[in-house]
């Protein structure tokens, strides 16, 4: 059964599912920081997923950063997973812009995180609805 880290739980706000993953942001208003989940036990690396998960992951976060860069208008999109803090496997997308916190810099420890309010998420949710296949499923919440 699919648990999702605590960490993850407590510093983001879940989006909803596409076929293998869940989609999650960041609680940090200072970028559209967007996550998937492989919704799979114990997998903390990509080579534990199977080869059709792998290949999954990969057609849904470039889908995800497709729709995110023409939606956010983002200069630069930086993917990535990593795991140093939360061990279950995640890959962060983070629309990047030119004139954000952080930018050029890694957006990690530059700016205390700003919680996003219920009407930002709201947008977001809308923003991602028109342009989200069927194959994606909104959470409640």
Known sequence: MFTLDSRLQQDTLAIGDFPLCRLLLSNDANYPWFILVPRREDI??????????????????????????????ADKLNVATLGNVV??????????KRDDAAWPAPVWGKQPAKPYSAEQVAQIRERLRLVLTDDFRFLEG
């Open 44 to 73: 903390s690396e990509l080579f534990q997923l199977d080869v059709t998960d792998q290949q999954q992951l990969w057609r849904e976060t470039t889908a995800l950063a497709e729709v995110l860069k023409d939606s956010f208008d």
């Open 87 to 96: 061990s279950q496997l995640h890959m962060h997308v983070i629309v990047r």
